[in-house]
């Protein structure tokens, strides 16, 4: 037996690394509250006034997701700036797919070792991707956990809750055949199918995340981290102001035939053609290096489409009008028919 006293931080958690770390980024939180936010930071639990007077039947809807392993591009890279944008962003456009607005966020910040510096870039980042769709982030947790994480190892992960009235709830009822398919541009992989695109560039072909894309000066290491884009600001007006937009689909793990045919009754069909878009260059550098036929790459990547939008054909031209001027890049991609629930890509 050891003469020598045993500590927390020796054993591997240093409980005042963590506090001066939350003490680093607790303006960039408070700047995201709203007067419905009650108590402050350090509680065991966070408050929410949950009163909604605007509303004759308000439902609350959640929604739990992590990064998954683009914290894996993003240690290679050592630039963390991006994922916590990543947690938030994908997990408003998935409760945006129910309609609903974000209330406020939690997340998880896991790590063999905290690295004050990576906190600071994914706890700042989450606060202000919050603060562009009016989300308070209410509480989190940071788990310093040596023995269970591999040393340099962190987990990030986010749980959101928002609202949405009863009658405006998506998906609304019932697209008919010949209803259009409009998918919105993606910038990149967003938060899906990074297990797959480190096999095949890093693993099969060799290359670097400091490796140039072709064709330009931006590195392999920044597509990949180009953060998740969210489509509530410019999306969410245009399900308030059109009856006609169905339903949507945020195009998640699963690609656009797994995620699509959760916005469809069981009843019908869509048909997405995939030549009416151009799929971003880094889906042919993946394809190309890693020799993967074109059935798994749609399976794994959204393809360069994040959001598909489920609208009634005689307002599909209003609605892509009024995405254009909202500053998205969106194009018809297909149309439903008639047959069980399914999603061909042709």
């Given amino acids: 037996m050891s003469d020598e006293s045993l500590t927390y931080a020796a054993a591997g958690v240093d409980i005042e690394s963590a506090e001066r770390a939350l003490r680093g980024v607790t303006e960039s939180i408070r700047a995201t509250y709203s007067d419905r936010v009650l108590g402050g930071i350090g509680g065991?639990?966070?408050?929410?006034?949950?009163?909604?007077?605007?509303?004759?039947?308000?439902?609350?809807?959640?929604?739990?997701?992590?990064?998954?392993?683009?914290?894996?591009?993003?240690?290679?890279?050592?630039?963390?700036?991006?994922?916590?944008?990543?947690?938030?962003?994908?997990?408003?456009?998935?409760?945006?797919?129910?309609?609903?607005?974000?209330?406020?966020?939690?997340?998880?910040?896991?790590?063999?070792?905290l690295d004050p510096e990576i906190f600071d870039q994914v706890v700042s980042g989450a606060a202000k991707a919050c603060g562009e769709v009016g989300c308070a982030l209410i509480g989190g947790e940071t788990a310093e956990m040596p023995g269970v994480y591999h040393e340099g190892e962190v987990d990030v992960v986010g749980s959101i809750v928002g609202i949405v009235d009863y009658e405006k709830r998506l998906p609304r009822p019932k697209p008919q055949e010949g209803d259009r398919l409009i998918g919105v541009a993606a910038n990149g992989l967003h938060t899906n199918g990074f297990s797959l695109a480190r096999r095949a560039l890093f693993e099969v072909g060799g290359l670097s995340v400091r490796d140039k894309m072709p064709g330009s000066h931006e590195t392999i290491g920044a597509t990949l981290l180009r953060p998740h884009r969210c489509y509530f600001n410019s999306v969410y007006p245009i399900v308030d102001r059109f009856p006609g937009v169905y339903g949507l689909a945020h195009i998640t793990g699963g690609g656009i035939a797994g995620n699509l045919r959760r916005a469809l009754p069981a009843d019908m069909q869509a048909v997405v053609h995939r030549r009416t878009w151009e799929p971003l260059p880094i889906y042919r550098m993946i394809q190309t290096v890693g020799n993967i036929p074109d059935d798994e790459m749609y399976r794994a990547f959204n393809m360069g489409i994040g959001m598909v939008l489920v609208v009634a054909h005689d307002q599909s031209g209003a609605v892509l009008e009024a995405l254009e001027a909202a500053g998205e890049h969106a194009a018809e991609i297909g149309k439903l028919r008639t047959g069980s629930n399914d999603v061909q890509i042709v």
């Fill in 44 to 113: 065991f639990g966070a408050m929410f006034q949950a009163s909604f007077p605007e509303m004759s039947n308000p439902v609350l809807v959640s929604s739990i997701d992590g990064v998954g392993t683009k914290v894996k591009v993003a240690a290679m890279a050592g630039d963390w700036s991006g994922i916590g944008a990543d947690i938030v962003n994908h997990s408003v456009n998935d409760i945006l797919c129910q309609g609903a607005r974000p209330l406020f966020f939690l997340d998880y910040f896991g790590c063999s070792r």
